[in-house]
């Protein structure tokens, strides 16, 4: 078996707002001396998705709710961003002084419900941040068929974030969007090496992936926002990200 | 930058009790046509390492408690393995039918407190389940300090295993054990882009690596239970996994 491969993409710039990811990913791959293959697999930031679909918000502008000020007070946070993340979450799971970890509208349990103000540029002085893509899955599925039409390759896109997690110190990379694999690989009916049946139902492929992709995404460095797996095969339906989030009757620590 | 390259070590055997696991991964990398190379990271799979510390219990020889027979009763499950359950944890997190996630003595919260018998070979029909190391960092110590004897080379290693996860579907490989690189990174006081400082404080660098080297060892096949890792670089103090552990009384959901 030929080792995986992953490679930082070379010359990403700075992305803005209206940005066509699908070109920029074609010149990054150019720019690291690479031809797209099939079977390819990109893991590009959220960061940079957010930005090319304009997910900015300036926080200034906010006026927050009488629950935002009350929530912010708690938690010890700016109340307009509190008011920010209460616009993009269904509920806030658990909080305490500096946390506040909601359950994002699309199911996602994370701090803030995702959104960030670092590696956001200010502007005049005004704060701003960036919230997730509307629909991950959806953005993953358009610059898939993008990078088939331009490239003529089959190509599969992660579109990945980093977590905090339960029980377990330090965030990892995990898949917001998928398209073109299967996101959760079900093992249910595959013999162990003496024929019985595999404990491990389902393993969280797209996640390993964005967990892989964030060795080589680094944290402060944004210049290689979009990752290169290579050598990964599979044999699972595609299944998009979605399909991680835990259905919240299904999860016995919500 | 050069590529991250992930590749499955050939020709390990079975693993039986007392094998000596330094001796296999040298021969693995010869097997493999590689040469130990400094900086390299070894993602060793926990079942092999459980096998060869001699980490089987004979579940027949079981004798459970009232509480393991009152609590198989409500999981479903064989009550002589609830008691082995029991037996290797400090206390059981949540249980429901056929799923029991327990606080193992180590402080991983996991199903079944890590115990597995798929990939045990029966023994004249008798179940046998394996438990995990008694000490996963010491194991990935020994390990690590034995390959730098006996290849010159600066190796790092990690045990690794798959956990479930809340809020998530499927699981992730993560990193039971650490030696000669740092389980977890603290990020605090650098900067992002634009000289603010980064919101993410601390990444599960081993459990990422971890999470990727489950992408080649694979489910049923047991032929790759040690990856390679070639390629990744750090400036961060070695830290061992018991780091990876978040304290149970800065954890929100246990």
Do not use: C
């Not at 946070?77 to 909080?95: C, G, Y």
């Not at 959806?138 to 905090?164: H, N, P, Q």
């Not at 995990?174 to 595959?190: C, K």
């Amino acid at each position: 078996m030929s080792p995986l491969t992953i490679t930082g993409l070379r010359g990403v710039p700075f992305v803005k707002a209206g940005d066509d990811l699908g070109a920029i990913t074609i010149a990054a791959y150019a720019e690291t001396g690479l031809q797209p293959e099939d079977g390819d697999v990109l893991i590009v930031a959220q960061k940079i998705v957010s930005k090319a679909e304009d997910r900015i918000v300036n926080v200034s502008t906010v006026e927050p709710s009488e629950q935002a000020i009350a929530l912010a007070a708690e938690v010890e946070k700016d109340a307009r961003l509190v008011e920010v993340v209460l616009s993009e979450s269904r509920r806030i799971v658990r909080h305490r002084p500096n946390l506040l970890i909601a359950e994002h509208r699309l199911g996602y349990v994370m701090a803030n419900a995702g959104i960030d103000h670092s590696n956001v540029a200010p502007a005049d002085g005004v704060d701003r941040v960036l919230l997730l893509p509307v629909d991950p899955d959806g953005s993953a599925e358009a610059l898939r068929a993008t990078l088939a039409k331009r490239s003529g390759r089959r190509i599969a896109v992660i579109i990945s974030d980093s977590f905090g997690r339960p029980f377990r110190r330090g965030t990892v990379g995990i898949a917001l969007g998928a398209a073109g694999l299967p996101a959760v690989i079900d093992w249910r009916g595959h013999p162990d090496l003496f024929g019985r049946t595999l404990e491990v139902t389902e393993t969280g492929f797209a996640d390993e992936i964005a967990a892989a992709a964030s060795l080589v995404q680094g944290q402060a460095d944004e210049a290689t926002p979009i990752v290169l797996v290579r050598g990964l095969s599979w044999s699972a339906p595609d299944a998009p990200a979605s399909e991680l989030v835990r259905p919240a009757e299904h999860d016995l620590f919500r």
